[in-house]
């Protein structure tokens, strides 16, 4: 990992994988390198399906080729593959062992994000308990993940007066959508669909990296 503060690191495109939109570790590989060089910051693993074996051999593909493009890697749901993996980070929901983060053994250098839904009371707990980065969300209706429950934009103004931690907003988002939430405060936009749904995983990468820079630029 690079030595750039949790603000630079958790900006930016935010990009997670899908095992039923990359269906092979080719498949996976290419499309996490192809995401990388147009400008993706930050990639997270997210493979509900793989064997114990295959998650280990890709979490670890993918912190190899996020060292190279001096990105970071983030491991989602486990911490045990995080360090199996030697990953950057790990990303926790309410029910992986974000509610009791201070009783779990994580190496202190590494990243820790935590799902709050639309709840800034489980942000500012799990800032308290040292969580790098808070995930909002989802804002838009997400094909990937249907039930996921909805989050208001109010919450993520709040997010941004309430928290010190960076602010992740994830959801249904893409190119078009962005705006309102970067807008709210939002300082980095975590996707699937709009990346890794999409033919050209190079041209919607850029798309959403050129957008998302277009749109800040004004900012600070
Ligand atoms: C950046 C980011 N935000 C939210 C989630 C959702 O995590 P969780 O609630 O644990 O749901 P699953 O991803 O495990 O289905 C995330 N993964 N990443
Ligand atoms: C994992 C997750 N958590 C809340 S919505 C979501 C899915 C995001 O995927 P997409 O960007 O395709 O809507
Ligand atoms: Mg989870």
């Known amino acids: 990992m690079n030595s750039d503060s949790i603000s630079d690191i958790i900006s930016g495109i935010y990009a997670i994988t899908d095992p039923n939109l990359l269906t092979s570790q080719t498949a996976l590989l290419d499309a996490v390198d192809a995401a990388l060089a147009q400008g993706v910051r930050v990639i997270q693993y997210r493979d509900k399906l793989a064997s114990?074996?295959?998650?280990?051999?890709?979490?670890?593909?993918?912190?190899?080729?996020?060292?190279?493009?001096?990105?970071?890697?983030?491991?989602n749901d486990s911490l045990e593959l995080m360090i199996a993996a030697d990953a950057d980070g790990v990303h926790l929901g309410q029910t992986d062992g974000?509610?009791?983060?201070?009783?779990?053994?994580?190496p202190k250098q590494k990243i820790i994000g935590v799902t709050c839904h639309d709840d800034i009371e489980l942000a500012i707990r799990a800032q308290q308990h040292g969580a790098s980065y808070a995930a909002f969300g989802r804002f838009y209706p997400s094909n990937t993940k249907p039930h996921a429950k909805p989050a208001k934009?109010?919450?993520?103004?709040?997010?941004?007066?309430?928290?010190?931690?960076?602010?992740?907003?994830?959801?249904?988002?893409?190119?078009h959508n962005m705006s309102p939430l970067l807008d709210a405060g939002a300082d980095c936009i975590a996707v699937i669909n709009a990346i890794f749904g999409q033919n050209d995983t190079q041209k919607a990468a850029n798309t959403l990296v050129s957008t998302f820079n277009r749109l800040t630029a004004g900012f600070n």
């Not at 974000?98 to 994580?106: F, K, M, R, S």
Request: proline letters at 2%; one cysteine or more.
């Open 52 to 75: 114990s074996d295959q998650k280990l051999e890709r979490a670890k593909a993918i912190h190899r080729l996020c060292k190279r493009y001096q990105a970071v890697s983030i491991i």
């Open 98 to 106: 974000a509610t009791a983060l201070t009783e779990l053994d994580i």
């Open 153 to 175: 934009i109010e919450t993520l103004i709040e997010a941004k007066q309430e928290l010190s931690i960076p602010v992740v907003a994830i959801g249904g988002i893409n190119a």
